[in-house]
């Protein structure tokens, strides 16, 4: 009987960040995930926005004894990208917000990353980093020790075969702090990443969205509000009938990995080129013969994929 996975979220909400998150306290009510704590990244919005939309989804799903912490607030050498174009300004948009009565800890992300994986067991720990990968970085510069403990880092980031979101050549999260996902993929760390590629194929429809909506519980109805809101902006940018469903493509994966193929990869992200920066560099076919350094995923099955969310969601209040 293999284990369930303790996964930590680092996350940007943002609203595919909030489906990620209500997603993965579902299959936690499901008992397929252990979630031990959200930590919060500057992103899609300000830290101050998604440190308060992290802790109302807590409140959302009755999930108040969930650690929320507050991280980086701006990349580690760029200055913040933002995109409340996506997200709207609180990050949010599409539903009522209220005063989060989970609270925020006072502890700083970072120093809780290192305390947590510094006294964890080996392997024991995933983390799911679905925002820019700041305090990630962060973390395994300053305690590089700490890569024991973890059990496998699934990014939602990157895209080579995909074209970018945010520029020709780069998905949103790499391209806010490139530095950050280039320390990270140098670390030595086990590393899935979960990019444009396979995101893409994990699109939203009418009738995925309704099957939500359909769902007996507030949350059902809340996240296809979110979603449509959400799906507003890349249905009229990519011409897809839904938007891609980026981060709970990431929390699918930790989860349910025999969802997703991919391919052991050498990675690495360009952080000078004014015209690339974010860029994930993918030697698709090992031309360099450079140690191959994560598992690029670029296959769903989505049907099923939509299958588990909803099935998840509707464990919710
Ligand atoms: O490129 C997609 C990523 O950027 C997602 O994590 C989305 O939430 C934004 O952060
Ligand atoms: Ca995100």
């Known amino acids: 009987m293999t284990s369930i996975p303790k996964m930590i979220i680092d996350t940007d909400p943002g609203q595919d960040d909030a489906a990620a998150i209500l997603f993965a306290f579902g299959l936690q009510n499901q008992k397929l995930v252990d979630i031990i704590a959200l930590t919060c990244v500057a992103g899609n919005v300000p830290l101050h926005y998604t440190t308060k939309n992290a802790r109302i989804i807590c409140d959302w799903?009755?999930?108040q004894n969930i650690p929320v912490f507050a991280g980086a607030n701006k990349p580690l050498i760029k200055t913040l990208v933002t995109a409340e174009e996506v997200h709207g300004k609180t990050g949010l948009d599409g539903v009522p917000l209220h005063e989060p009565q989970t609270p925020l800890q006072t502890e700083h992300a970072v120093s809780f990353l290192i305390e947590t994986l510094k006294k964890a067991q080996p392997n024991s720990i995933t983390l799911c980093p679905v925002g820019p990968l700041t305090n990630i970085a962060q973390a395994l510069s300053m305690a590089p020790?700490?890569?024991?403990?973890?059990?496998?880092?699934?990014i939602m980031g990157g895209t080579?075969?995909?074209?970018g979101n945010i520029t020709p050549s780069a998905d949103f999260n790499f391209f806010v702090d490139p530095h950050a996902a280039k320390i990270v993929l140098?670390?030595?760390?086990?590393?899935?990443i979960i990019p444009l590629d396979v995101t893409h194929k994990a699109c939203l429809s009418i009738k995925r969205v309704q099957a939500l909506r359909d769902l007996p519980n507030q949350n059902g109805t809340r996240l296809a509000d979110i979603l449509q809101s959400y799906e507003r902006f890349d249905t009229q940018k990519f011409g897809l009938e839904g938007g891609p469903l980026h981060?709970?493509?990431?929390?699918?994966?930790?989860v349910f990995p025999e969802l997703f193929k991919g391919k052991e990869v050498f990675v690495d992200v360009e952080t000078?080129?004014?015209?690339?920066?974010?860029?994930?560099?993918?030697?698709?076919?090992?031309?360099?013969?450079k140690p191959k350094n994560a598992f690029w995923v670029n296959e769903i099955d989505d049907e099923q994929f939509f299958s588990y969310l909803t099935r998840a969601i509707a464990t919710l209040p």
């Open 145 to 154: 020790e700490c890569i024991q403990a973890i059990k496998e880092i699934v």
């Open 272 to 289: 000078c080129s004014e015209l690339t920066q974010g860029a994930s560099v993918v030697d698709w076919w090992h031309v360099w013969g």
């Open 186 to 192: 140098q670390s030595g760390a086990p590393i899935t």
């Open 160 to 163: 080579f075969f995909e074209v």
């Open 247 to 254: 981060d709970p493509c990431a929390v699918a994966y930790a």
């Open 61 to 63: 799903a009755d999930k």
